[in-house]
T-cell receptor
Framework: QQQVKQSPQSLIVQKGGISIINCAYENTAFDYFPWYQQFPGKGPALLIAIRPDVSEKKEGRFTISFNKSAKQFSLHIMDSQPGDSATYFC???????????????FGKGTLLTVNP | DVKVTQSSRYLVKRTGEKVFLECVQDMDHENMFWYRQDPGLGLRLIYFSYDVKMKEKGDIPEGYSVSREKKERFSLILESASTNQTSMYLCASQFLRGYEQYFGPGTRLTVT
C-alpha cells in the first residue's frame, strides 16, 4: 500500500497558535518522512524531515513527531505566523530500482491559513 | 543554490495538440521527476528518470510520455492533450541516493 493519508484538508489558526497536521501510512518499507511547504505560485520546498528511528525532530518553530508503531507522523508549528500560511504536504520515501534511489509518495496537502 | 526551471509558467493548448513541457536543472542531479498537482489530490507522480535515456512509470502515466536525452533536461510529452490533463505540472530533481527533491515553479497547463 503506497498511500499517505493527510488531515485536515484545511486549517485556520490564529497568530501565535499551534498548527497541527497529521499523516498516516501503511507501508513499513517507507524510510524517510519529509514535510514540504508550498507558497502560492511556487514549487514545494523541503521544510523538515525525519527518519523512523527518531521519535521527534525540531527545527525552530517546526517539529515532527513520529510514532512508528502507529505508523503516524505529524507536523507541529508553534507560534504560528501569517507568513506560515501555505500548503503543507507530508510525504514518505521508498527505495526503487534496487540502487538506493528514492521516490516520494505525497499526502494530499493541507492549506494552512494563519490569521493576524 | 539548486535551480530547477520549467519552460513556461502558463500554457494554453487545444484538445488534441501535442504538448511539450521542459524542465532543466543545474545541479548535475541524476534523478528527475514529473508530477501533476490538482486541488484535493496532492502531488501525483507521472514519470521519473534515474539516468539519461532511462524512464520509469509513476502512479499516473497514462496519456503521458517522457524524454531524457541529456542529464540536465527532462521533458514531459502529452501526445494528444485532453481537457482532463488541465493541471499544474511540477518537475523535480534529486541527487543519486539522495532523499530531498528540489522542485521547479510549475507550469499551469490549460487544455481547452
Amino acid at each position: 500500500q503506497q498511500q499517505v493519508k493527510q488531515s485536515p484538508q484545511s486549517l485556520i489558526v490564529q497568530k501565535g497558535g499551534i498548527s497541527i497536521i497529521n499523516c498516516a501510512y501503511e507501508n513499513t518499507a517507507f524510510d524517510y518522512f519529509p514535510w514540504y511547504q508550498q507558497f502560492p505560485g511556487k514549487g514545494p520546498a523541503l521544510l523538515i524531515a525525519i527518519r523512523p528511528d527518531v521519535s521527534e525532530k525540531k527545527e525552530g518553530r517546526f517539529t515532527i513527531s513520529f510514532n512508528k508503531s502507529a505508523k503516524q507522523f505529524s507536523l507541529h508549528i508553534m507560534d504560528s505566523q501569517p507568513g506560515d500560511s501555505a500548503t503543507y504536504f507530508c510525504a514518505a520515501s521508498i527505495e526503487y530500482s534496487g540502487g538506493s534511489n528514492y521516490k516520494l509518495t505525497f499526502g494530499k496537502g493541507t492549506l494552512l491559513t494563519v490569521n493576524p | 543554490d539548486v535551480k530547477v526551471t520549467q519552460s513556461s509558467r502558463y500554457l494554453v493548448k487545444r484538445t488534441g495538440e501535442k504538448v511539450f513541457l521542459e524542465c532543466v536543472q543545474d545541479m548535475d542531479h541524476e534523478n528527475m521527476f514529473w508530477y501533476r498537482q490538482d486541488p484535493g489530490l496532492g502531488l501525483r507522480l507521472i514519470y521519473f528518470s534515474y539516468d539519461v535515456k532511462m524512464k520509469e512509470k509513476g502512479d499516473i502515466p497514462e496519456g503521458y510520455s517522457v524524454s531524457r536525452e541529456k542529464k540536465e533536461r527532462f521533458s514531459l510529452i502529452l501526445e494528444s492533450a485532453s481537457t482532463n490533463q488541465t493541471s499544474m505540472y511540477l518537475c523535480a530533481s534529486q541527487f543519486l541516493r539522495g532523499y530531498e527533491q528540489y522542485f521547479g515553479p510549475g507550469t499551469r497547463l490549460t487544455v481547452t
